[in-house]
């Protein structure tokens, strides 16, 4: 796994909550046309030009396909996908802990045939389960990032970039943000850091995975995590419990996603984000159920290459305008939006989501049981 910074090395839901099936109405749309067909390899296999809009459902595609999803915009991406192919399309929005908790429980009788969340590490380990389908990439221009984040078996498919436990402060009342991690165990910022909890959260674990890596492994990153703990930290559950403990003056550095980030500080031009560095990429992710029928699996393929061609790109960032929306697109031809910095400028480092991947549960059990009482 390469690393980011000039092209990242990147491998987690953001929000939404309600954990009930929400059909889409029925569209009425054109006829579909078939799939593009799969491709066994990544980078070097990407077209030249983008790819026209998705519309590919298969004759046989009246099997409802059913959405997990952590990620702002979905309602809106799964809503426009239905306009535009015709196949039925029920949505299952939750935040990300609670929707792998599913999958793991549903994993003898799978009742989803796409997961679309933030943070690859979640994939890898189900990919290490044989859940999900492998040899499968869309045919749209992934760049050079896009094509970073591609596993070697296609067994995901990345379809935009966030970047986890970015510096989060309302300027009005810190001047002189931390520049490094270990400046937050210092005492001027005692009592003053809040984060999310990594099992409910799905971009967190990714924050907590890449410190520890950036410490030199578990045990040295949690020392670091109990050192934090010892300084003051604060968890909650997700990004919106943190942000208000931020805005009510309870801490003064959240430690969040990007996209929470910087959707607050349209709210409010006083808060501010910065980088320390390194900074963990965390790419939104497509994974399709490998023991879908192949209707279903059709009817996932034509979702992923709707997401990221030039329609979906579109959806998706105007979906969630001051949260999941601002993100770093992965193919050529889109622009992130104007109040995103330039990637290139971010202090970013990946982790490899194989290694990560499957230390997930106990990791995030560590945290629960260690650093959120």
């Known amino acids: 796994m390469p690393t980011l910074i000039a092209v990242f090395a990147i491998v987690a839901g953001a929000c939404s909550a309600s954990a009930t099936p929400s059909p889409v109405p029925t569209a009425t749309a054109a006829p579909p046309t078939a799939p593009p067909p799969a491709t066994a390899a990544h980078a070097a296999t990407a077209p030249s030009t983008p790819s026209a809009a998705p519309s590919a459902a298969p004759s046989y595609a009246n099997v409802p396909l059913i959405v997990y999803s952590a990620q702002g915009y979905d309602s809106a991406v799964v809503k426009a996908f239905q306009a535009a192919t015709g196949i039925p399309t029920q949505l299952v929005d939750d935040s990300t802990g609670p929707l792998l908790v599913r999958i793991q429980a549903e994993a003898n009788n799978p009742k989803w045939g796409v997961l679309w969340v933030d943070g690859a590490e979640a994939f890898a380990a189900l990919d290490k389960q044989g859940m999900l389908l492998r040899g499968y990439e869309p045919n749209v221009p992934f760049n050079a990032v896009g094509r970073s984040l591609i596993p070697a078996d296609t067994s995901y498919i990345p379809t935009g970039v966030t970047m986890a436990g970015t510096l989060?402060?309302?300027?009005?009342?810190?001047?002189?943000?931390?520049?490094?991690?270990?400046?937050?165990?210092?005492?001027?910022?005692?009592n003053a850091v809040g984060m999310n909890n990594p099992s409910v959260s799905g971009p967190t674990y990714p924050f907590v995975a890449g410190l520890m890596n950036y410490a030199g492994g578990v045990s040295q990153g949690e020392a670091f995590f109990t050192k934090l703990k010892a300084n003051g930290l604060k968890v909650n559950n997700t990004n919106p419990d943190t942000l208000h403990e931020l805005e009510t003056k309870q801490i003064r550095i959240a430690l969040i996603q990007s996209s929470a980030g910087i959707g607050a500080g349209i709210a409010n031009p006083s808060i501010k984000t910065a980088f320390i560095d390194p900074s963990t990429p965390i790419p939104g992710v497509i994974g399709i159920d490998a023991k879908a029928s192949p209707a279903v699996i059709a009817e996932a393929k034509a979702f992923a290459a709707y997401v990221l061609s030039p329609a979906g790109q579109k959806v998706m960032q105007g979906g969630d305008p001051t949260g999941d929306s601002l993100y770093w697109p992965i193919v050529d031809g889109v622009s992130a939006l104007p109040q995103l910095p330039v990637l290139s400028t971010v202090p970013a480092k990946a982790i490899d989501p194989y290694t990560w991947g499957p230390l997930e549960s106990t990791i995030n059990r560590w945290f629960s049981d260690t650093i959120v009482p």
């Open 168 to 190: 989060v402060y309302d300027s009005k009342v810190v001047t002189a943000p931390p520049t490094s991690w270990n400046d937050l165990l210092t005492a001027p910022w005692k």
